[in-house]
T-cell receptor, first 110, second 115 residues
């Protein structure tokens, strides 16, 4: 079935550095969602991308959907300690099966 | 709005015991999801209800797991008998519409430990 590969699995940065996580699928996606989970917390919705080549921004976060709708990225500019957590992408497999990526765990050195 | 409510927040039980996890979705939401999260397997969808009807239960591990949604404001996930490998955080989530494009709102989770 359709799977999603999320990389990297872990990322450690110095505060102020940029961070990027990627989700890649072998098949065309109808949409992709991004979630953030703080340590000890629950996943919280960040954004949904639907259109080919779409770019959306939320303050220091930039989300992109590839032209072929097979990949997506989340970029954080100038990380802050509040950005610590695990970032997940979520796709739809087939008609309605939801699949989450393995997540990228971001840790930050203040 | 109180958000998605789950109980208990923590559960410690012994192998072989029955475990029941409870969830109250956000009022007015038509879809409810049960997820399991472990370090090894990540976040896995177990079952998805729409308008109280199970739509996709292909993620339910085996017959020991069962889920019900008797009405729009309550769902249970039952494990009988429980095994140590069932230890995980179980999340319930709800969304306004179907699974496809709607935002999912997650509850705080139930941390289950089976000894």
């Amino acid at each position: 079935g359709q799977q999603v590969m999320q990389i990297p699995q872990y990322q450690h940065v110095q505060e102020g550095e940029d961070f990027t996580t990627y989700c890649n699928s072998s098949t065309t996606l109808s949409n992709i969602q991004w979630y953030k989970q703080r340590p000890g917390g629950h996943p919280v919705f960040l954004i949904q991308l639907v259109k080919s080549g779409e770019v959306k921004k939320q303050k220091r976060l930039t989300f992109q959907f590839g032209e072929a709708k097979k990949n997506s990225s989340l970029h954080i500019t100038a990380t802050q300690t509040t950005d610590v957590g695990t970032y997940f992408c979520r796709i739809i497999q087939g008609a309605q099966k939801l699949v989450f990526g393995q997540g990228t765990r971001l840790t930050i050195n203040p | 709005d109180a958000g998605v409510i789950q109980s208990p927040r923590h559960e410690v039980t012994e192998m072989g015991q029955e475990v029941t996890l409870r969830c109250k979705p956000i009022s007015g939401h038509n879809s409810l999801f049960w997820y399991r999260q472990t370090m090894m397997r990540g976040l896995e969808l177990l079952i998805y209800f729409n308008n109280n009807v199970p739509i996709d239960d292909s993620g339910m591990p085996e017959d020991r797991f069962s889920a019900k949604m008797p009405n729009a404001s309550f769902s249970t996930l039952k494990i009988q008998p429980s095994e140590p490998r069932d230890s995980a955080v179980y999340f319930c989530a709800s969304s306004l519409g179907g699974a496809g494009t709607d935002t999912q709102y997650f509850g705080p989770g139930t941390r289950l430990t089976v000894l």
